[in-house]
């Protein structure tokens, strides 16, 4: 009976309302991202011929057969990781039984489910 009670023209209207304001404004954040981006001046730029030579040059020199101070470090860096990553460990498993001392807390659980009538 509940569902002969239900206006389903205005729930369907609510829903399309709900479906297209939420579609309008990923859309508007979109075109705010953009243009922030663009006003901000994080727009994709094409290299243009001098840099492109620039990059060409230094693709030339890092090639040589001494690296830079810079690929020496990175070198000295990776081999550092690799080889101190972790400590050794003896792979030996020890399992020592340890005592508990008495605790009174520890005994008055027992006493807790104590059903007497």
């Given at each position: ?7 389903w023209g205005?729930a369907?209207v609510?829903?399309?309302?709900g479906?297209?304001m939420t579609?309008c ?7 705010f991202?953009?243009?922030l981006s663009?006003?901000v001046g994080l ?10 030579a620039e990059?060409?040059?230094d ?7 001494h690296p830079t ?6 070198i000295a860096?990776?081999?550092?990781l690799?080889?101190d990553?972790h400590?050794?460990?003896p792979?030996?498993i020890t399992?020592?039984e340890v005592e508990?001392?008495?605790s009174p807390?520890s ?11």
């Open positions: 009976m509940m569902l002969l009670s239900i206006d205005f369907g609510v829903c399309g309302v479906i297209g579609f404004i990923l859309v508007g954040l979109i075109c991202i953009k243009l663009w006003a727009k994709d730029k094409k290299p243009t011929v001098e840099a492109k990059v060409k040059d693709k030339k020199t890092s090639t040589s057969s101070s810079h690929e020496q470090a990175a860096l990776a081999m550092h690799y080889f990553a400590d050794e460990e792979h030996v399992i020592e508990k001392r008495y807390w005994s008055k659980i027992y006493n807790m489910r104590n059903f007497t009538k």
